[in-house]
C-alpha cells in the first residue's frame, strides 16, 4: 500500500513521456471539434454535471471508464493526449493523483478543480471518531488521510453541493464559449432545481426512521449523513481498497450490533467480502449503498436514478416511515 503512490506517479510520468510519440495528439487545448467544447471530466459525477450543463455544445470525455475504481485510475498515453487536447478539465484535486499528475504538467488555465468551489468537510465528518482506529490501521489510513489533505472528497453526495459544482462549471465554461454563455447557465439552473428536488425526497425519505448509523465498507458518505443527519461506521476510511485490522472489525460488529443494524453496505466497484463478514458476525444482511465515483459497466442508469435508488436501499435498512 505505501507503494501505491511512486507506482502511480512512475505510471503517469511513463504516460507523459509515451505521449510525445502519440502523433494524433493536438496542441494544448485546440479541441477535437469546432462546433463544440471538447471537456475532460477526471470521474462519472463530473461527466454527468459536465454532459447536463453542456448539453450539445461540448464533447465529455469520461478518464474513469466506467467499471473503474477511479482512486485507482492511471492514464494511457492516450488519455493524457485527451487532457492535453480538452479546452476545459473538470477535475477534484487529490482525489485521484494520477489525473492531479497530468493536470500538473498540462493542464493550466483550462482546468476547473471543483475541490474549490466549497471548503470540503473533514475526512471525520458524518460519523463516529473511533479512538485507535489508525493504528489498527497500522497507519494506512492516516497515510491515505494525509494524502487527501484529510478531506472527504465525495462532495457529490451532498446534491446541493453538486449543484453549486454546476453554477461554478457553466460560468467556466461560459468563458470557453462565451456565445452560448445563457445556454450553460439556463441547462444549471434546470439541473439544479432537479437536484434540489433530490434533495427534499432524501430529507423528507429520511426524516422519521427507526435508525439514523449506518455501517459502510468505507467512510465515502460523509456529505450524505451529514446532509440528513446520519452517522456513518466505516469498516475503513476514504481508502475503499485498505484491508480492516481484526481489531477494526471487531470494533465495527460491536457498534453494529449496539446499534441492532441490520443491513452492512457495500459498495458496486470494491469486493464486499469485509461487509459480509461483518453481516455474519452479527446477523445482518448486505446491501449495496453506491458512492457513485462511477458506473458499473452496462449500467443504464444516471447519477439522479443511482441517488434515488441509495435513497430506498437506506429507508428500508433503517426503517424509515
Not at 184 to 196: I, K, M, Q, S, V
Request: charge should be negative.
Amino acid at each position: 500500500m505505501t507503494l501505491r503512490p511512486t507506482v502511480r506517479a512512475l505510471a503517469t510520468a511513463t504516460a507523459l513521456v509515451a505521449l510525445g510519440a502519440v502523433t494524433a495528439c493536438a496542441a494544448d487545448g485546440t479541441g477535437a471539434d469546432p462546433q463544440r467544447v471538447d471537456v475532460a471530466a477526471a470521474f462519472y459525477p463530473l461527466q454527468f454535471v459536465a454532459e447536463r450543463i453542456g448539453g450539445d455544445a461540448v464533447r465529455v470525455t469520461n478518464l474513469t471508464k466506467p467499471g473503474t475504481e477511479p482512486h485507482d485510475l492511471e492514464l494511457t498515453p492516450r488519455q493524457v493526449g485527451e487532457v492535453n487536447q480538452a479546452e476545459l478539465i473538470v477535475y477534484l484535486k487529490g482525489f485521484q493523483p494520477a489525473v492531479d499528475e497530468a493536470v500538473d504538467q498540462n493542464g493550466g488555465d483550462r482546468a476547473f478543480d471543483v475541490a474549490g468551489v466549497q471548503p470540503l468537510l473533514a475526512a471525520s465528518a458524518g460519523g463516529h471518531d473511533h479512538e485507535g482506529e489508525e493504528a489498527g490501521h497500522e497507519g494506512e489510513d492516516a497515510g491515505h488521510a494525509e494524502e487527501e489533505g484529510a478531506r472527504d472528497p465525495h462532495l457529490w453526495l451532498d446534491p446541493t453541493r453538486l449543484a453549486t459544482v454546476g453554477d461554478r462549471l457553466a460560468e467556466r465554461l461560459g468563458r470557453a464559449d462565451p456565445d452560448r454563455a445563457a445556454d450553460y447557465t439556463a441547462r444549471a439552473g434546470a439541473l439544479r432545481a432537479e437536484l434540489e428536488r433530490l434533495d427534499a425526497e432524501f430529507a423528507a425519505g429520511l426524516r422519521t426512521c427507526q435508525r439514523r448509523e449506518i455501517v459502510v465498507s468505507h467512510t465515502a458518505f460523509g456529505y450524505l449523513t451529514e446532509r440528513y443527519q446520519l452517522d456513518q461506521v466505516g469498516i475503513t476510511g476514504l481508502a475503499p481498497d485498505n484491508e480492516p485490522s481484526p481489531q477494526r472489525l471487531a470494533e465495527v460488529a460491536r457498534e453494529a450490533r449496539e446499534h441492532r443494524a441490520t443491513t452492512i453496505f457495500f459498495e458496486t466497484l470494491v469486493s464486499p467480502k469485509v461487509a459480509e463478514t461483518i453481516a455474519r458476525e452479527v446477523g445482518a444482511k448486505t446491501a449495496v449503498l453506491d458512492p457513485l465515483e462511477g458506473l458499473s459497466a452496462g449500467h443504464d442508469g444516471d447519477y439522479l436514478s443511482v441517488m434515488r435508488t441509495n435513497l430506498a436501499t437506506l429507508r428500508t435498512a433503517l426503517s424509515c416511515s
